[in-house]
């Protein structure tokens, strides 16, 4: 006795039924859920949400201090604090101040301004993995947060910059032209600052052990970068080689450090700025801010998930 055995056709989706779907979709405007957009709609939509991201900003800078008794005062208390450390240890233990003319104005603004860096960084790289409760239950450009935290450093700078004219006053460094210089310096540090913040968001939200690690890099990276001793003063005689140089003027901290200090204090001349030093300030700004977006923009549909 023979047995015929009736197998089933395979079923299969019918490639016809999805493209219907996706057709029908399209023409009633539905999107994939949590897509990227791109570039051009993704910047429009953080443009958008610029009135949060300065909101967003002082909010986190008013709760900074909030439970301190002296409140908004660390703000400028802080950075000072911080100068008067590093005058101890470095100007007067090791002599760094030697052969560097108006000390305190020089070392007070490389700690402030290497501070702005410092502090938009390490904000950066929590700006996800910290806020997964704001990105999981809200929809918005994820790079507002970024943005927002170097924003809100930069709030904290001019707070500081405050108390920078009161010691440059008080060390007899008269009012100049060139302190106007100090703008276009701060804005292209802000586009370098914010692009950083970027990198390290992304990073930061792949691999949140990676902000245990930023105060040890930023730490190598603040004592090469001249915050404390004048790298014109301490390499100038010295038999370097030449990419150690290279590194050391190109270096970006360096350059915004040295153009701050050129527009504040009249002591601090033109000739102690590496060469193509406005060149070199416009292209870290173009390249962190520009790259660090677009790198941030392309994980944009995996932040808050997994």
């Not at 009135?51 to 800078?61: E, N």
């Not at 809100?152 to 106007?180: D, E, K, N, R, Y």
């Not at 060149?279 to 994980?299: E, Q, S």
Request: with cysteine; hydrophobic share 55%.
């Amino acid at each position: 006795m023979s047995q015929v055995l009736h197998t089933p056709p395979p079923t299969s989706v019918s490639p016809a039924g999805d493209d219907d779907a996706a057709a029908l979709a399209a023409r009633y405007g539905l999107t994939v859920s949590g897509a990227r957009p791109s570039l051009h709609a993704y910047v429009r939509r953080l443009w958008a949400r610029r009135h949060f991201i300065t909101a967003f900003a002082t909010a986190k800078l008013t709760a900074q201090y909030s439970q301190a008794k002296l409140g908004q005062v660390w703000q400028v208390m802080t950075p000072l604090l911080n100068a008067a450390v590093y005058y101890f240890i470095f100007g007067v233990l090791l002599g760094t101040k030697h052969g560097v003319e108006d000390y305190v104005p020089f070392l007070v603004t490389g700690v402030f301004v290497w501070t702005f860096t410092q502090s938009s960084i390490m904000a950066g790289t929590r700006a996800i993995s910290g806020s997964l409760g704001l990105v999981r239950a809200l929809h918005f450009p994820r790079a507002a947060l970024p943005v927002s935290y170097a924003l809100q450093q930069l709030q904290q700078l001019l707070f500081s910059m405050a108390a920078l004219v009161v010691i440059l006053l008080c060390f007899g460094v008269p009012v100049s032209v060139s302190w106007l210089l100090s703008v276009p310096v701060l804005v292209l540090q802000f586009a370098f600052n914010a692009g950083v913040a970027m990198i390290m968001a992304r990073v930061g939200a792949r691999t949140p052990d990676i902000a245990q690690l930023m105060p040890f890099v930023l730490r190598t990276w603040m004592y090469a970068s001249g915050v404390m001793w004048s790298i014109d003063q301490v390499v100038g005689n010295r038999d370097l080689p030449r990419w150690v140089m290279v590194l050391l003027e190109t270096n970006p901290a360096a350059v915004y450090i040295d153009l701050m200090r050129f527009a504040l204090i009249d002591s601090f001349h033109a000739h102690q700025l590496p060469d193509h030093v406005w060149a070199l300030a416009i292209g870290w700004a173009l390249v962190a801010g520009a790259g660090g977006f677009i790198y941030f923009w392309k994980a944009e549909e995996t932040y808050g998930r997994g």
